[in-house]
């Protein structure tokens, strides 16, 4: 790539860019408006190193709109979840668009991203949804990047909003119980059932079917959920894919849920005779009818806000928190297995996360009791050899603080908890005197006392004496120059 700088009115350069793709004739750009001839040389620089660097020399004018547009469309083509495309447009058709929305996007600067952000906190909106609103836009211009049509991404000069992790209240085990008593006798019964025993998420309760229940053996297998959409003003639901490769999974019922959902399917059966053509059973994607085991009466998906709105009526009932949502009796059902001792890869097959390390980082309370048994098994594992058993032994019981006015003059008892001291009657068990053996490092001798390397006081005057933090019998120090104290002399 060839390029020059000549002198008009003000300073421009001027350089070749190959020859156009579809007439074949060569091209030129130029720019001028720049003061100085070394402005002019350094922006000619700048173009032919991005251009060799493979950026287009003459991008594409698109304004900023329908680029969004263009970026939303190939989101859909990406399978991306019809929910998650609905909240993409509304933060792009409420927030982005109405502020910035007539740039043309090469000419998109962090600045105007800083004007979005500041709008909608003068609108009062939470700084979750703030962030949002930034990922969204940052991840559109992040392809415009990959595309070739900007040069850098402008969002990543904005720092995100800082958000507060909100508050979590999750059930206790005897709440969810009381949640199934209120919702007893009514349509509610079998989901909030489903998602008490199994911790499915609300869209897999709703994507279950009869075809993958077995009523014999009590097993579900989960593997598809269901969102809810919008065509224009109706509101539906359509069958989607679940969240992770490790949401497929089978999840055993218990007993007493395997007869209730038996009681259930002949409950079904029957309504499904009464209405006869007016059941509608769903479509798949291949357009073969699905028997939903969660319907609405006729057949048909329950709305998933519906049962949301429905949980919160029923957990008033139950005495929850006013913030307890659907997904917390997931979180109940993962915290009450964890104290029961489950294992964190059983637990975490149940739930259909993605790793069994996610499961023990969120839920890390549940098995807050780990430590004191890992130390259990150590001390079974070890107790049986002599060496690793205690290392100090009063005569005949453990040792004990004297009673008050029991002290000895030179040895005053244990005198606190921060106290070198020992009673007169501590002694080192035979072949039990050391836990570690350590040897202390023989500093250069000196008068008065000082710390060798183990952190001890030590006399050098008299090297064989040192502070009773060993398991040491205590007597009094008389080789210190100007220093007295209690030390000890190794027993051995």
């Known amino acids: 790539m060839r390029g020059h700088v000549r002198k008009r ?17 060569s091209r030129q750009k130029s720019k001028s408006g720049f003061a100085t001839k070394k402005e002019a040389e350094s922006a000619l620089q700048e173009l032919i190193r991005y251009v060799d660097a493979g950026g287009d020399p003459s991008p594409e004018r698109i304004g900023l709109t329908d680029y969004l547009h263009r970026w939303l469309d190939h989101q859909r083509t990406r399978g991306i979840r019809s929910r998650t495309l609905d909240g993409y447009e509304g933060y792009i058709r409420r927030e982005i668009v109405p502020a910035i ?37 940052g991840s559109a211009l992040r392809q415009a990047v990959a595309d070739g049509f900007i040069p850098a991404n402008p969002v990543a000069a904005v720092k995100r909003p800082r958000v507060q992790r909100r508050e979590l209240h999750w059930p ?64 539906t639901a359509e069958f989607t894919p679940l969240k992770t490769k490790r949401s497929h999974r089978v999840v055993q019922l218990p007993a007493f849920a395997l007869e209730l959902i038996r009681r259930h399917r002949r409950a079904q059966l029957k309504r499904r005779t009464e209405l006869g053509a007016r059941w509608r059973d769903p479509l798949d994607d291949l357009g073969r009818p699905v028997a939903l085991v969660c319907d609405r009466g006729d ?33 109940a059902v993962a915290t009450e297995l964890g104290r029961r001792g489950v294992h964190p890869v059983i637990v975490s097959a149940v739930l259909g996360h993605a790793s069994p390390a996610f499961t023990i980082a969120v839920y890390q309370h549940a098995w807050q009791e780990g430590p004191a048994e890992a130390a259990a098994a150590l001390q079974a594992a070890l ?19 004297p ?6 003059s030179g040895q005053e ?80």
């Open 413 to 492: 008892g244990w005198g606190g908890e921060d106290s070198n001291l020992r009673p007169a009657d501590y002694e080192t068990a035979p072949d039990q005197r050391y836990l570690f053996r350590t040897l202390p490092i023989r500093l250069p001798s000196f008068p008065g006392p000082s710390r060798d390397r183990r952190g001890t006081d030590r006399c050098y005057e008299s090297p064989q004496r040192r502070c009773s933090r060993s398991v040491m019998r205590p007597v009094e120090c008389t080789g210190l120059q100007g220093w007295r104290g209690s030390v000890s002399v190794a027993s051995s």
């Open 101 to 137: 929305g007539r740039l043309e996007l090469v000419k998109v600067r962090p600045g105007h991203i800083r004007a979005v952000l500041a709008t909608m906190q003068h609108r009062q909106l939470s700084p979750a949804t703030i962030a949002q609103a930034r990922s969204v836009l």
């Open 299 to 331: 057949g048909f998906f329950i709305y998933p806000d519906s049962i949301t709105s429905a949980f919160k009526r029923l957990a008033a009932k139950a005495g929850m928190h006013p913030d307890t949502r659907l997904h917390d009796v997931r979180h």
């Open 172 to 235: 206790t085990y005897a709440q969810v119980g009381a949640l199934l008593e209120a919702s007893r006798g009514t349509m509610w019964e079998v989901p909030i059932l489903l998602a008490a025993v199994t911790g499915a998420r609300r869209s897999e309760v709703l994507g279950l079917s009869w075809e993958d229940v077995d009523l014999k053996t009590g097993t579900i297998l989960i593997r598809r959920g269901v969102q809810p959409v919008r065509h224009f003003k109706e509101r």
């Open 403 to 408: 009673d008050a006015g029991e002290e000895i």
């Open 383 to 401: 107790s049986h050899f002599p060496r690793w058993q205690s290392v100090g032994t009063r005569r005949g019981s453990q040792p004990q603080p």
């Open 9 to 25: 009115r003000t300073w421009e350069f001027i350089v070749d860019i190959g020859l156009h793709p579809v007439t074949g004739r």
